[in-house]
């Protein structure tokens, strides 16, 4: 009996890296469109908040003539990141759903429970903080910047 040709391959350990996540690509999915949402509201309001209040004094135009557009294109990035985080989020979610579940209680499908978890949260946080950024982006665009709110 050679041991080399009588191998059982139901025994042996698949290929390292195949059918596992990255676990970078699941951070930035979960996170991706989170910290879009935080930049946009940590660069816009400030700024913002400067051109049309700088010395505690309203003003009735902001200090700087292009700030709707400084704004449009900050909320435009904002809206591009969290989209390829919400891509990147989809397509975990589609290969998780192609791999067939595993057999017995073993390490590896625990993992692989964790991760269609983590894989479905970062598509509702997506989905979440993007509609945020798409109401960010529209006030941006229809409320004009320096107006008196009442």
Request: proline share 9%.
């Amino acid at each position: 009996m050679n041991p080399f040709h009588d191998r059982d391959p139901s025994l042996e350990s698949p290929p390292p890296g195949r059918g596992r996540v990255s676990t970078i690509r699941i951070g930035v999915a979960l996170f991706g469109a989170p910290v879009a949402w935080i930049a946009q509201f940590s660069l816009s309001e400030p700024l913002a908040a400067h051109a049309c209040y700088p010395y505690q004094a309203p003003l009735s135009a902001p200090v700087w003539e292009g700030l709707p557009v400084i704004l449009a294109v900050i909320s435009i990035a904002c809206f591009a990141a969290a989209l390829l985080s919400g891509f990147i989020a989809w397509t975990l979610w589609r290969q998780s759903e192609r791999k067939p579940a595993g057999e017995g209680g073993s390490a590896i499908e625990a993992d692989e429970g964790r991760n269609r978890f983590l894989v479905k949260l970062s598509l509702m946080s997506s989905f979440i903080f993007t509609t945020a950024i798409i109401l960010n982006i529209c006030a941006v665009l229809l409320v004009p910047p320096c107006s008196s709110w009442f």
